[in-house]
């Protein structure tokens, strides 16, 4: 089946530490993203990748990075910089340069607990 | 991209049909309106999407009227399953690389 997987499910991390939250899809997408939602909110864009080996910050980059080494991957890492980590991550994927562009595939997301 | 503004919760019963209601005066010719469903601690699915007139699919319909600047998402006979926070985003490239969801209608459906 094709889709969008997230690992792990929950992770909780103590202050101070870097972690990195996986992200792989398999649905041949060229696009994908980083969103943070937190209790109650919207979701916001953190980074996106139109392509390999290519990223742009989106409205929250701060204290995150991103790498897209492959087509398939594109994982996050929150650093110690990020001063509000916990919150709920959600990775996407979509194709692009087309009006199938449109719909965005979401992963099951991740829940970071940062204490 | 353009900014929309809905219902912040709405309640409903089993079996009832659900009208969301999603303005966004400043839509733009190119402007596609697509709506999104989120379930607690799961990612937003994709519902339907469309430009003007009517768009019906297995899930539901998305009425626009001619100016645009309004659309309706309508699902018929809500099931409890169908609780949700229903996201409407406005855009030329929805699906694309500024894409923004603001905080949703979040749809309590009852027994």
């Known amino acids: 089946d094709g889709g969008i997987t997230q690992s792990p499910k929950y992770l909780f991390r103590k202050e101070g530490q870097n972690v990195t939250l996986s992200c792989e899809q398999n649905?041949?997408?060229?696009?994908m993203y980083w969103y943070r939602q937190d209790p109650g909110q919207g979701l916001r864009l953190i980074y996106y990748?139109?392509?390999?080996?290519?990223?742009q910050k989106g409205d929250i980059a701060e204290g995150y990075s991103v790498s897209r080494e492959k087509k398939e991957s594109f994982p996050l890492t929150v650093t110690s910089a990020q001063k509000n980590p916990t919150a709920f991550y959600l990775c996407?994927?979509?194709?692009?340069?087309?009006?199938?562009?449109?719909?965005?595939?979401f992963g099951p997301g991740t829940r970071l607990t940062v204490t | 991209l353009a900014k929309t503004t809905q219902p912040i919760s709405m309640d409903s019963y089993e079996g009832q049909e659900v009208n969301i209601t999603c303005s966004h005066n400043?839509?733009?010719?190119?402007?596609?309106i697509t709506w999104y469903q989120q379930f607690p601690s799961q990612g937003p699915r994709f519902i339907i999407q469309?430009?003007?007139t009517k768009v019906t699919n297995e899930v539901a319909s998305l009425f626009i009227p001619a100016d645009r600047k309004s659309s309706t998402l309508s699902l018929p006979r809500v099931s409890l399953s169908d609780t949700a926070v229903y996201y409407c985003?406005?855009?030329?490239?929805?699906?694309?690389?500024?894409?923004?969801f603001g905080a949703g209608t979040r749809l309590f459906v009852k027994a």
């Open positions: 996407a994927s979509s194709i692009t340069f087309t009006r199938d562009a449109y719909e965005q595939y």
């Open positions: 649905l041949n997408h060229d696009a």
């Open positions: 990748s139109q392509i390999v080996n290519d990223f």
């Open positions: 400043n839509i733009a010719t190119n402007d596609y």
């Open positions: 469309g430009y003007k």
């Open positions: 985003l406005v855009g030329d490239d929805p699906g694309g690389f500024k894409t923004i």
